[in-house]
C-alpha cells in the first residue's frame, strides 16, 4: 500500500480555513443587520448562500480532523501515553484558550459598558448575557445546550465542543487509522446516518424557514454530536489521503473547484445541509493533494495570512459589531443606521469586514501568538523540571 509523505504543514489548507470564517462573517453581518433570515445583503428570494454561511462551521469541524491526523498522529499511531497526552492538551490549550478568554472578558466589558449606558436590549439579547453561563465558557462546556449554547461571545460554542474533541482524539486515532477500506465505508454511512438524525429528526423547527437544518444545533444542546461527525468525517478523508485514496482525479484544479462550486451552489440554492457538508471532505482532500495551479493560488501571502487570521476572525467578528452598537447609542447615534440604501449595506459591510480584519492581525499578533509562546514555554519548562525530579 502506498503511502504519503507526512511534511509538518499542509500550506494548502491554511487559505480554507480563512475562506471559511469569511463566509461565516458574511453570514453574521447578513443575520445581524436585518435579522433572521429577512436577507440585507442578499435577498433570499434570489439567493439563498449568505443565510446558509453558518454551515461552514462544519467546514472547520473537518478540516481540524484532517489536520489533527496530520500533526498528531504519529503521536497516538500505536497507543496513548500519559506524557503524550498532556503535551497534545497543553499544546491545544496553549492554541485556542488565550484568545477564547480574551474575547469572554470583551464580551463581559461590553456588557457592563451596556448596563452603565441603560443600552436597550430586547429578550433575545438579555438571554446572550447569562452570567450563570459564564462558568461555563471558563471551563469550555458553552458548546452542550440550553441555556448556555450561544451566550457571550456566541461564535464560541464550537470552542467549547472542540475542546472536548481534543479531549477524545488520541483515543480514538489508533482504532479509526487500523479500519480497513470496508470498515471506513461503514463508519462513513454511520456517520452520515448521524448527519440525517440531526437534519431531519432532532431539527424540526417551524419557526426556521429550513427547519430541517444544522444552525439551530447551538441552542438545543447538540453541537457536540455535530462536531463529533464532522470531525470524524476529517479523521476518516486523512486516512483515505494518507493512502493516496482518489489521487489520480482529486489531484487537480478542476477538482478542486468542482467541489467547491458545488458547496457554492448548494448553499445558493437551499439545498439540504446534507448535500453541503458532503463537499467539504472532498475539497478539503483535493486541497491537501494539490496540484501546480491550485498551489499557485493557496501558498501566496495574502491567502497564507487569511489562514492565520481565520481565527481571530472567527472569534472578534460579533463582537465588532455588537461593540460599534453601543459605541453609536453612547455617541448619540441611531443604535442602527437608518434608511441605508441596498448599496449603503454593503458599503456598511465592507466598513465592518475592514476593521474585523485589522482587529483580527492586532488579536492574532498580540493575543493568539504571545500567549501561545508564552504558554508553550512555560509548559516545556514544568516539564524540564518534572523530568530532572530524582526518585527518593
Keep these: 500500500m502506498t503511502s504519503q509523505t507526512n511534511p509538518s504543514y499542509l500550506a494548502n489548507l491554511t487559505p480554507l480555513r480563512g ?15 436585518s435579522g433572521p433570515f429577512t436577507g ?25 480532523g ?9 503521536s497516538f499511531g500505536e497507543s496513548v501515553t500519559k506524557t503524550g497526552f498532556w503535551q497534545f492538551m497543553k499544546a491545544r490549550f496553549a492554541r485556542i484558550y488565550p484568545l477564547h478568554l480574551f474575547t469572554l472578558l470583551w464580551s463581559i466589558l461590553l456588557f457592563a459598558v451596556i448596563i452603565s449606558t441603560n443600552f436597550p436590549l430586547d429578550e433575545r439579547e438579555k438571554s446572550v448575557f447569562n452570567l450563570w453561563a459564564i462558568p461555563a465558557h471558563l471551563f469550555m462546556l458553552q458548546g452542550f445546550g440550553v441555556p448556555i449554547g450561544y451566550t457571550w461571545n456566541g461564535p464560541a460554542w464550537t470552542i467549547g465542543v472542540e475542546w472536548w474533541m481534543y479531549v477524545a482524539f488520541p483515543f480514538i486515532f489508533a482504532p479509526l487509522s487500523r479500519l480497513t477500506h470496508w470498515g471506513k465505508l461503514v463508519l462513513l454511512v454511520v456517520l452520515l446516518g448521524g448527519y440525517v438524525l440531526l437534519i431531519y429528526v432532532f431539527n424540526t423547527f417551524p419557526q426556521f424557514p429550513w427547519p430541517n437544518s444544522l444552525n439551530v444545533l447551538p441552542i438545543m444542546g447538540l453541537p457536540f454530536l455535530r462536531c463529533v461527525l464532522s470531525f470524524s468525517v476529517g479523521m476518516v478523508f486523512y486516512s483515505l489521503y494518507r493512502q493516496e485514496w482518489g489521487r489520480g482525479w482529486l489531484a487537480n484544479g478542476y477538482a478542486t473547484l468542482g467541489f467547491a462550486g458545488l458547496m457554492v451552489l448548494s448553499m445558493h440554492l437551499g439545498w439540504s445541509d446534507l448535500v453541503t457538508v458532503s463537499t467539504f471532505p472532498f475539497i478539503i482532500l483535493s486541497a491537501a493533494y494539490g496540484s501546480a495551479n491550485v498551489n499557485k493560488l493557496l501558498i501566496t501571502k495574502p491567502m497564507q495570512q487569511l489562514g492565520d487570521l481565520s481565527f481571530s476572525i472567527y472569534l472578534t467578528n460579533e463582537l465588532v459589531y455588537e461593540t460599534g452598537r453601543v459605541l453609536r ?11 441605508v440604501s441596498y448599496a449603503g449595506i454593503w458599503l456598511w459591510f465592507f466598513g465592518w469586514l475592514a ?33 530532572n525530579i530524582q526518585p527518593v
Design 40 to 64: 440585507a445583503l442578499l435577498d433570499p428570494a434570489q439567493s439563498h448562500f449568505a443565510q446558509k454561511g453558518y454551515i461552514e462551521v462544519d467546514f472547520f469541524f473537518v478540516l481540524s
Design 66 to 74: 484532517f489536520i489533527m491526523c496530520h500533526v498528531y498522529g504519529t
Design 329 to 339: 447609542h453612547a455617541w448619540g447615534l441611531p443604535i442602527a443606521p437608518e434608511g
Design 355 to 387: 476593521v474585523v480584519l485589522l482587529v483580527s492581525a492586532l488579536t492574532y499578533h498580540f493575543i493568539e501568538l504571545r500567549a501561545r509562546k508564552a504558554l508553550n514555554a512555560r509548559f516545556k519548562k514544568q516539564a524540564v523540571f518534572v523530568s
Design 19 to 33: 475562506i471559511a470564517a469569511l463566509i461565516v462573517l458574511f453570514f453574521h453581518f447578513d443575520l445581524y443587520w
